[in-house]
């Protein structure tokens, strides 16, 4: 299992890379321009406060200062670009690894190997996740020196709790894509029905936030548990989001298990 585990990871190591390259871009992008920023926090400030409390809230800008770099990076880095590419790869590994198969004809050589349906399941299944972990950890540690480069310092330790809650989203995403894998046929299904379950979720978050009577709404989504003002700010990790991911992560990947390895597959 080991091997296909590997063999998994160096097939598709160059769109891993690509993933992660882009993410770094961004964040030196991001970087670079935040002492120009900070020396007109005082205008940017009053803009801010401007701007609804509500239309605040659901864009995770409540804590948006450019007095802090952890506000000012986890609003414009790690709350849009950095999510949406990893929802991207998540969805993407996840697709290509079982319906994935099945769409290529492919499946039926890999069901032939001597290996049991559940060794493949679990191969794949680990080798998605081990490079989703890369590139959470790869991106997120990097902000680190990347911020000392343009001598911005950095609270170090938040960063951890950051890189969890990234990752505890990400996990969630991969495994319901998972179990859309095992279940269809055809990877442009599980692709179009992930991203317009994660459409709706965000939809529901911005609404949640922009109207009182539809508060509730936001516990309905990922969005509202992966909070990195949270985590980066306050160096806080919320035991509801960890408890909400996991229940997630364990439902949809047994579900995605027992499908595959019950399924009669036919290209």
Not at 70 to 92: A, D, H, N, R
Not at 99 to 117: C, H, M, N, Y
Request: charged share 15%.
């Amino acid at each position: 299992m080991l091997s296909l585990i590997a063999r998994t990871i160096r097939d598709r190591r160059s769109v891993m890379i690509i993933y992660i390259v882009a993410a770094l871009a961004f964040l030196v992008m991001y970087i670079s321009i935040f002492p120009a920023f900070k020396d007109q926090q005082a205008q940017f400030d009053q803009i801010i406060k401007t701007m609804p409390e509500g239309m605040m809230k659901a864009f995770n800008m409540g804590d948006y200062s450019l007095s802090n770099f952890e506000s000012y990076i986890s609003t414009e880095e790690f709350s849009l670009m950095w999510p949406l590419l990893l929802i991207i790869m998540s969805i993407s590994f996840a697709g290509q690894f079982f319906a994935g198969e099945v769409d290529k004809g492919t499946i039926e050589f890999l069901l032939s190997q001597p290996i049991s349906r559940a060794k493949l399941f679990f191969a794949r299944y680990f080798s998605g996740l081990l490079m989703i972990f890369a590139f959470v950890t790869l991106t997120v540690f990097s902000t680190i020196p990347i911020a000392k480069m343009f001598s911005v310092s950095t609270q170090s330790s938040h960063y951890l709790s950051q890189a969890t809650i990234g990752f505890l989203f990400a996990w969630a995403i991969y495994s319901i894509a998972i179990f859309l894998s095992s279940l269809f046929s055809e990877k442009g299904k599980v692709y179009f029905i992930s991203a317009g379950v994660l459409v709706l979720m965000y939809v529901l978050n911005i609404a949640a936030g922009l109207k009182n009577s539809l508060e509730k709404l936001q516990y309905l989504s990922f969005f509202h548990y992966y909070n990195p003002s949270d985590a980066l700010i306050r160096n806080h990790i919320d035991k509801t989001a960890v408890l909400v991911f996991l229940g997630v992560i364990l439902t949809f990947s047994v579900l995605g298990y027992m499908i595959f390895n019950r399924r009669d597959i036919a290209t």
